[in-house]
């Protein structure tokens, strides 16, 4: 794991673009899976300022919330639909997302990984890390085997679902791709933006691998690039940090 820690959010957002454009544009990747929540977002719109050609690629939503009306703009899909999809000119047919729909969600996650396994694998994943250290909706006590399913979520998580949809819904289940398409990912970006994030983000970085901490087996991924604000730095070690201005 490559460790970047920058000035402050905005600062660490230009540099993971401007990563991001590169893995993007790279001759073979066809596969990008995104997650939602508010640190990718302003990545999101980095990418798309830039005009780049993008629409060879395939958009995979990392996760959903269950029990949230379709009809809600506020779901993951809707959401990455709309900041990503078409903020980036991709077909409509190249946009692949799971159902937040309460009798829908499960069965339409493992078709999601198997229909990503069909078009070779997943080439670039971006992620923002959870207080709790999960990953999409891998909560603490998920295996790096897990696969698509849906998830039981803790109460740090329901309490960000509650803000995330200003109170109107507090979804205490999500559905989620496993940590094993996750960790099978060429290349993973991770995100960890201001104060809350310090113990998550040292505990990624610098705690032991295992269930508790679904965000430390990036440990030991081959190509992961994390970038950090000061404020979710502050808690790292000199041997673990890696700063730029």
């Known amino acids: 794991m490559k460790i970047e820690i920058h000035s402050d959010a905005a600062q660490a957002t230009a540099a993971a673009a401007e990563h991001l454009a590169c893995c993007l544009t790279e001759p073979g990747a066809r596969t990008l899976m995104v997650a939602g929540g508010n640190s990718p977002l302003q990545l999101y719109q980095a990418i798309a300022e830039r005009?780049?050609?993008?629409?060879?690629?395939?958009?995979?939503?990392?996760?959903?919330?269950?029990?949230?009306?379709?009809?809600?703009?506020?779901?993951?899909?809707?959401?990455?639909?709309?900041?990503?999809?078409?903020?980036?000119?991709?077909?409509?047919?190249?946009?692949?997302?799971?159902?937040?729909?309460?009798?829908?969600?499960?069965?339409?996650?493992?078709?999601?990984?198997?229909?990503?396994?069909?078009?070779?694998?997943?080439?670039?994943?971006?992620?923002?890390?959870?207080?709790?250290?999960?990953?999409?909706?891998?909560?603490?006590?998920?295996?790096?085997?897990?696969?698509?399913?849906?998830?039981?979520?803790?109460?740090?998580?329901?309490?960000a679902n509650r803000a995330w949809f200003n109170g109107d819904y507090a979804p205490a289940r999500g559905v989620t791709v496993g940590l094993k398409t996750i960790l099978a990912a060429r290349k993973i970006l991770i995100l960890a933006y201001g104060k809350s994030k310090a113990v998550p983000a040292q505990r990624m970085i610098e705690g032991p691998q295992g269930v508790v901490c679904p965000a430390a087996w990036l440990q030991s991924h081959p190509d992961t690039r994390a970038y950090l604000d000061e404020a979710a730095a502050r808690l790292l070690s000199a041997r673990g940090a890696s700063h730029s201005e």
């Open 51 to 159: 005009r780049l050609s993008l629409t060879h690629l395939h958009i995979f939503a990392l996760d959903e919330y269950v029990g949230v009306p379709a009809s809600e703009p506020r779901t993951t899909a809707n959401l990455l639909r709309r900041v990503v999809a078409e903020a980036w000119s991709i077909p409509a047919p190249q946009y692949h997302a799971v159902s937040s729909e309460e009798r829908e969600a499960l069965a339409s996650v493992q078709p999601h990984e198997r229909k990503l396994a069909a078009l070779g694998g997943l080439d670039v994943l971006v992620l923002g890390l959870g207080v709790n250290c999960h990953l999409g909706f891998n909560e603490p006590g998920s295996a790096p085997d897990s696969v698509g399913r849906i998830v039981d979520l803790e109460a740090t998580s329901t309490e």
